[in-house]
């Protein structure tokens, strides 16, 4: 199977899961019929899944979905838990700049802004978002905070998905992070976190309405 279409399938395979047309538990067997695909392209998928922690085997037979965020009261409660956290950590006396991680981060937002926000997919985006966010969570020198900021991303990951690409958006939000990583790099730690604070908040208000996620 083309890694275009792996790439669809999984995707299917998460809207599915997202509207309840999958239940909790699934076999291999299941999974092969309903998709019309062979058991080595399957397992290839769910070992992303379960890469991305929304899917784990279980014990004996068959593969079980774990809790995810799927609502939009949920979604909402993720973001002020973010907005809580993620400032905080700039501002944690722990924290340290790691200035070739900033300038990895900065050349993938750079990118982003001026061309990728027009061209990629969601889960492509997603992983960008996701990365920068977690980046500056493990500079915080917290490992309970960068752990939780990576949790929450795994589990608002599906609900991501379901959400309909709005590339504008993307586009401000890069612009965001390319101001958060500029007070980053002048040493302007407190302008920073009042940067990612505002960032959160704006999303939470952007992307946390029930219109916006469909039937």
Same mark, same amino acid.
């Given at each position: 199977?083309?890694?275009?279409?792996?790439?669809?399938?999984?995707?299917?395979?998460?809207?599915?899961?997202?509207?309840?047309? =999958?239940?909790?538990? !699934?076999? @291999?067997?299941?999974?092969? $019929? +309903?998709?019309?695909?062979?058991?080595?392209? *399957?397992?290839? &998928? =769910?070992?992303?899944? !379960?890469? @991305?922690?929304?899917?784990? $085997? +279980?014990?004996?037979?068959?593969?079980?979905? *774990?809790?995810? &965020?799927?609502?939009?009261?949920?979604?909402?409660?993720?973001?002020?838990? +973010?907005?809580?956290?993620?400032?905080?950590? *700039?501002?944690?006396?722990?924290?340290?700049?790691?200035?070739?991680?900033?300038?990895?981060? +900065?050349?993938?937002?750079?990118?982003?802004?001026s061309a990728g926000y027009k061209?990629?997919?969601?889960?492509?985006?997603?992983?960008?978002?996701?990365?920068?966010?977690?980046?500056?969570?493990?500079?915080?020198?917290?490992?309970?905070?960068?752990?939780?900021?990576?949790?929450?991303?795994?589990?608002?990951?599906?609900?991501?998905?379901?959400?309909?690409?709005?590339?504008?958006?993307?586009?401000?939000?890069?612009?965001?992070?390319?101001?958060?990583?500029?007070?980053?790099?002048?040493?302007?730690?407190?302008?920073?976190?009042?940067?990612?604070?505002?960032?959160?908040?704006g999303a939470l208000k952007e992307k946390a309405r029930?219109?916006?996620?469909?039937?």
């Amino acid at each position: 199977m083309p890694p275009a279409d792996t790439e669809q399938l999984y995707l299917k395979l998460a809207e599915d899961r997202l509207h309840g047309k =999958l239940g909790d538990s !699934v076999t @291999e067997a299941d999974l092969m $019929r +309903r998709y019309d695909v062979p058991r080595h392209t *399957l397992r290839r &998928i =769910l070992s992303r899944i !379960v890469n @991305e922690g929304w899917m784990q $085997r +279980r014990t004996g037979h068959g593969w079980a979905f *774990l809790p995810m &965020i799927d609502s939009v009261e949920a979604y909402r409660e993720s973001y002020e838990l +973010r907005r809580f956290l993620e400032p905080q950590g *700039l501002r944690s006396p722990s924290f340290k700049l790691d200035p070739a991680v900033l300038s990895e981060q +900065r050349k993938r937002q750079e990118f982003l802004h001026s061309a990728g926000y027009k061209t990629l997919g969601q889960v492509e985006l997603f992983k960008s978002n996701s990365d920068f966010h977690e980046a500056l969570a493990l500079m915080s020198g917290n490992r309970f905070l960068a752990q939780t900021v990576a949790r929450q991303n795994e589990l608002r990951r599906l609900i991501e998905y379901r959400q309909t690409l709005d590339r504008d958006r993307v586009w401000r939000q890069t612009g965001e992070h390319l101001a958060i990583i500029e007070m980053l790099e002048k040493g302007l730690i407190e302008r920073a976190a009042k940067l990612l604070d505002k960032h959160i908040s704006g999303a939470l208000k952007e992307k946390a309405r029930p219109e916006l996620f469909g039937p």
